[in-house]
């Protein structure tokens, strides 16, 4: 199985960075994708994550639905910390996406 991680470069993820992010996750995938094809794993790696919001939520599921569209590539979530748990289990992304971490 071919995989990729793409850090999220941030410390929070909230309604005031969301669209930066969002653009920097789909542009990252979009490099993955032009070497050859789409992984079939992406983590995002939430290392250094301390705050993330509803909006913060969104932004992770409009990846997940953007990269659907274009392939079926899995979708999973890395150092998840006691911070940003609660967020995402709020938005229901646990149900979604593996978490580790």
Known sequence: MTSATIPIGTNSLD?????????????????????????EQVRVDLAGLGYMDAAGGRCLLDFWAYIARSSET????????????????RCKLDHLFTLNG
């Open 74 to 89: 899995a979708l999973s979530l890395s150092n998840v910390s006691s911070a940003t748990r609660p967020t995402i289990e």
């Open 15 to 39: 309604r005031t960075n969301t669209q930066k992010i969002f653009t920097h996750l789909t542009h990252s995938f979009d490099r993955l994708a032009a070497l050859g094809h789409a992984p």
